[in-house]
Nanobody
Framework: QVQLVDSGGGSVQPGGSLRLSCAAS????????MGWFRQPPGKERDWVATVYTRDSRTHYTGYADSVQDRFTIPKGNAKNKVYLQMNSLKPENTAIYYCSAVPCMTVVQALAIIEGTRAGSVKWNDWGQGTQVTVSS
């Protein structure tokens, strides 16, 4: 089990940017796939992005179609940190954003988890408390 703390949310105007942070209680390199999910007001929680970091220079990512090319997970973070860089934010991106983790120790496993999460067939184990993102003019 890993403890996660999300932070970095806030209010921003449409077109703006935010960078969310997730601090894990242990090293996540080659041990965990880390995911970002969000829950808009009155809706179900859905998947945003997943990363598997093998080392400081190598990571594998997957993104939901709705955020592709606007949201990215940067490389080269500390071993217990994951970020979500969100650019060109839209009002429909307003949600509580959650960091999550699932054990994941190989690239093959990571790619299966990325695609399985996209299909809604992966159960994520550990969750942060969430951080609110509001996009409004």
């Amino acid at each position: 089990q890993v403890q996660l703390v999300d932070s970095g949310g806030g209010s921003v105007q449409p077109g703006g940017s935010l960078r969310l942070s997730c601090a894990a209680s242990r090293n996540t390199y080659s041990r965990y796939c880390m995911g970002w999910f969000r829950q808009p007001p009155g809706k179900e929680r859905d998947w945003v992005a997943t990363v598997y970091t093998r080392d400081s220079r190598t990571h594998y990512t997957g993104y939901a179609d709705s955020v592709q090319d606007r949201f990215t997970i940067p490389k080269g973070n500390a071993k217990n940190k994951v970020y979500l860089q969100m650019n060109s934010l839209k009002p429909e991106n307003t949600a509580i954003y959650y960091c999550s983790a699932v054990p994941c120790m190989t690239v093959v496993q990571a790619l299966a988890i990325i695609e399985g999460t996209r299909a809604g067939s992966v159960k994520w184990n550990d969750w942060g408390q969430g951080t609110q993102v509001t996009v409004s003019s």
